[in-house]
């Protein structure tokens, strides 16, 4: 009986003291294991998540991930859909982690979920959950200035015109799918970069910020006002094509506030007609000349622009001074205006020249590479 006695006593004590080293070599490996995930940035409540998971060892072989970030921290995480998870780009979205989980839900692979959130607002993305699946959707949302609000007008659009699909985002995106000045967007704050368009308006009361005179030494007449900055980049290239042909490059028409581009329309209207009017004069709100960075350029040697030594040297030179050249012969139903030899756009040197690179319209330039 004592025996007995003993002995359970010697296993309770080899328990405890087994429990010890356990805890005591487990500890550490736990604490380490904390700090080479703390070493990638996790935070504290996705290393509970990832450990609590036994997930250590996948997270680890990986560089840090802010969306696997995010969504380990969530309490809408689920293990199951790790696999996926893993290859995410993270976008700020709100409730980004339950989004994420009903387009897995729906069936949509990493690929499609990254496109379909990059693509994305949060208004968009709510009504395009009520959706079911949409196969092929990489299609168009493949393409960095795809619209995620936009997929249906795409798939409308590439039925009515035989062009490949990422022609199709880029039109769409202009607003080529509707008419000329409807479904129309606000431009509300002045940049160089800024597009004006037949689907950009501008409002009655927008004044682009530093309008100065032109001086008449460069100017047709003594009316003439333009943006500085513009300004003095156009009297450079004025002064630089007069060394090369003999001749300066004059201002014939600068800034038009709203009130003065109707009248231009108008007066145009009544002279030549509806259809002229519209294939050259823009409404007012959607003329580039409102923005102060727009000018319409006269020759010293002729009162005709196209032909002349100084058209042919600006049209070669215009972009080292920070001047696109904005309507050229074959963009019209790009622009929605005819060729116009002597409408330049100053946008700055540096994205000029890439411009001027790529040779396309601003349009689709800045649908590809600047609409935010």
Known sequence: ?????????????????????IIEIINPIKLYNKHLLKE????????KTILNNNLKKEVLNQEYSKALDTIFASSDFKKDNYSIYKDLEYVKLKDYTKNINALIKKGYKAEEINNITRSATDAS?????????????????????????????????????????ELVVVYVNIGLDNDFYTNTRPVTEFSYDMLVNKYT?????????????VPLEYAADNKQKAEATMLEAFKKMSDDCKAATGYKALVRSAYRDYKKQQDTYDLYLDAYGKKYAENYVAHP?????????????????????????????????????GF????????????????????????????????HDKNMTYDEYYIRFLNK
């Open 1 to 21: 009986m004592k025996r007995r006695k003993l002995n359970k006593k010697a296993v309770i004590v080899l328990s405890v003291i087994l429990l010890i080293i």
């Open 40 to 47: 990638l940035n996790y935070q504290d409540a996705s290393i």
């Open 125 to 165: 993305l709510k009504e395009f959950l009520e959706k079911d699946y949409i196969e092929n959707i990489n299609d168009y949302l493949k393409y960095d200035f795809a619209i995620l609000s936009n997929y249906d007008r795409y798939v409308a659009y590439q039925k009515e015109n035989t062009i490949d699909k």
């Open 201 to 213: 308006e501008l409002s009655e009361d927008f004044v682009p910020e530093n309008l100065v005179d």
């Open 285 to 321: 709100g959607f003329s580039e000349h409102q923005t102060g960075l727009a000018v319409d350029i006269k020759a010293e040697s002729s009162e005709v622009f196209k032909g002349t030594k100084e058209s042919e040297w600006i049209r070669e030179n215009a972009y080292k001074y």
């Open 324 to 355: 696109i050249f904005r309507y050229d012969e074959g963009n019209e139903e790009i622009t929605g205006v005819k060729y116009e030899s002597w409408h330049y756009r100053y946008v700055g040197v540096e994205l000029a020249k890439d411009v």
